[in-house]
Every structure is written in C-alpha cells, then in structure tokens.
C-alpha cells in the first residue's frame, strides 16, 4: 500500500512555514499532501498560523486572536526565514484552497486547539472553516484534525462526510487513544513519534484506524514506522523522501 508524506506546513525547510511558497513547493517535488494550521482572528476570520503568537514566523508580535484580519494582512511571514522571502504574507485560506486545487493536492487541515476552552469563538472557527470547505475541488482528499477531540466532534456534526484525525502527543501516552478517537468518530489518530512502539501502531490498526506520524524526519525512521503499520509520516524534509512512498 502507498504511504502518505504530509508536507508538514508546506514543504517547510525550502520556504517559510505556512506560507503560499512552501504550499507551491509541493507539487514541484511530487508531493501530495499538504499539512497546515488554522486559527482565528480577532474578528472571526480565519488565520493560517501554527503559532498562538506572530512572534517567532513573522515580523510582528503578540497574539494572533487579538489582530484582525486586515492587521494580519500587513505581516510579514517570510523575512524570518531568509531574504529570498521578504513580505511574503499569511495566505488566506482561500488562497491555501485556490494552491490545493490548482496543484491538484490532498490537504490536513488542522484546527489548532488553542480557542478549544473558548465555545463561542471555537464554534466560530468551526463555522468559517465548515464553509470554506465548499471552495475545495471534490477530487481532493481532506482530513481534518486537531488536538481537541471535541473540536472534532462539533466539526463532524456540521461536516459528517469529512474525515478526522485526533493528534496526540508522547505525553499522552497512558491514555486509551482509540476510546478517544472512537469517542470523537476519527478514523484516524495523529500520534507523536516519541515513545510511539510497535505495539501501540498494531493495536490502533486492529482497531481500524488510520496512522500518520509526527515529526518524521529520518527516513530510517519512516521505514519502521511503516513496518509497523503506519499509514503516513508528517515530515519538514518531504522532498528528501524516496519517490516510491510518494503517492
Ligand atoms: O499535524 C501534525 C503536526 O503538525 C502536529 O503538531 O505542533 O506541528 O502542529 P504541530
Ligand atoms: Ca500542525
């Protein structure tokens, strides 16, 4: 069976993270799957962001659910990364759309779980993302995860036909994933590679669901976790990996 290489945020060491020139990379090396970050404005728009605050990818500071979308459109997301990238900006997640489906990709969407403990902003989050979807080519895949299994089950609730993922991480370890991911109606669990065994990937598969692993950025590592049973890797370095795990 094919294995799933997530660009992870785009191909994310070639350009800056979360930007419409690392989403681009991915079609020029082959790669299918693109992984990237939602959040939410101060004014109930969508941001594509990993980081709670603008701090450590933008030339900007603070949090980002305190800027509004027209704020936001002013930052810089490139310079960090090198000169090449000067006023590269947040896409919008209708410009992440407008590259998904031109370049023909499969997308994780995560929805980053910062806004989980906030039900009046979370659901909005939701709502936006929920509609948006409508703009995305019915040819292409899309998983939607998130570290909050009810983010997941209210995003199921309006889009039941859209596959989830609950992301774990190794500190998670002791809790029973597939309760939790079957609680949340995923078909798959995102966990982290650290302290993830062979056993652990057999049991979630026996329990049918779907493997994807993150951050993988040793090929040797991929190796074995496909020997085990894992479905996908989540990785910085997609374009390094060989041709014959890319589908
Ligand atoms: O979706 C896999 C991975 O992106 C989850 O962790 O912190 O990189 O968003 P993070
Ligand atoms: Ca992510």
């Known amino acids: 069976m094919t294995k799933q290489i997530f660009a992870h945020r785009g191909l994310s060491r070639l350009a800056p993270e979360n930007t419409l020139a690392a989403y681009r990379e991915l ?77 023909q990709l499969n997308v994780n969407f ?65 809790q029973d994933w597939i309760a939790i991911a079957q609680k949340a109606g995923a078909s798959a669990v995102h966990p982290e590679v650290g302290g993830l065994t062979k056993d652990r990937v057999r049991a979630l598969k026996a329990a049918g669901l779907a493997v994807n692993v993150w951050t993988v950025n040793s090929l040797s590592k991929a190796n074995q976790l496909f020997n085990w049973g894992a479905d996908g890797v989540f990785t910085d370095i997609s374009q390094d990996f060989p041709s014959r795990y890319l589908n």
């Open 27 to 103: 079609k020029k090396h082959g790669v299918k799957w693109l992984e990237t970050d939602l959040d939410l404005t101060q004014d109930g728009d969508i941001v594509i962001l990993h980081d709670a605050d603008l701090d450590r990818t933008t030339d900007h500071s603070g949090s980002v659910h305190e800027l509004t979308h027209d704020e936001l459109a002013k930052v810089d997301a490139g310079s960090w990364f090198s000169d090449a990238f000067i006023g590269e900006p947040l896409p919008t997640l209708a410009q992440v759309i407008q590259v998904i489906n031109a370049d």
């Open 110 to 174: 995560e929805l980053k779980a910062h806004l989980a403990g906030d039900p009046v902003r979370r659901d909005q989050l939701i709502r936006q993302f929920s509609a948006a979807l409508a703009g995305v080519n019915p040819a292409s895949q899309i998983l939607v995860s998130s570290f909050s299994p009810e983010m997941l089950t209210r995003f199921s609730a309006v889009q039941p036909a859209i596959k989830t993922a609950v992301l774990f991480k190794k500190e998670q370890l002791a």
